[in-house]
């Protein structure tokens, strides 16, 4: 039975041939990868940009409610020690 030839068993102006386009098609890959990379990386600094746009206007658009939740809570005796005391979260921490 015939012995396979290993890689390293090949003629070494082949292997230096063989290296070189290996490494070529290496770089070129890690190139595309990093075009890629750098693709997404835009992408999700304008959705981060577009996100902060939403919370922005929300917060806003939330303020006057929030204010309004304050006053009406501020006409309730002892709210916020009632809202913590019956909350399960207290217990927790005993």
């Known amino acids: 039975m015939a012995k396979k030839a290993k890689i390293t068993d090949r003629v070494p102006e082949q292997n230096d041939a ?29 959705a981060s940009d577009k996100v902060l746009e939403v919370e922005q206007k929300y917060n806003e658009i939330r303020r006057p409610v929030y204010l309004k939740r304050n006053e009406i809570i501020k006409t309730i005796p002892d709210f916020w020690l009632t809202a913590v005391s019956v909350h399960a979260f207290p217990f927790l921490c005993l």
């Open 18 to 46: 063989d290296d070189d386009h290996v490494d070529a098609e290496l770089v070129l890959s890690i190139e595309k990868l990093q075009e890629a990379q750098d693709d997404l990386e835009k992408v999700n600094e304008e």
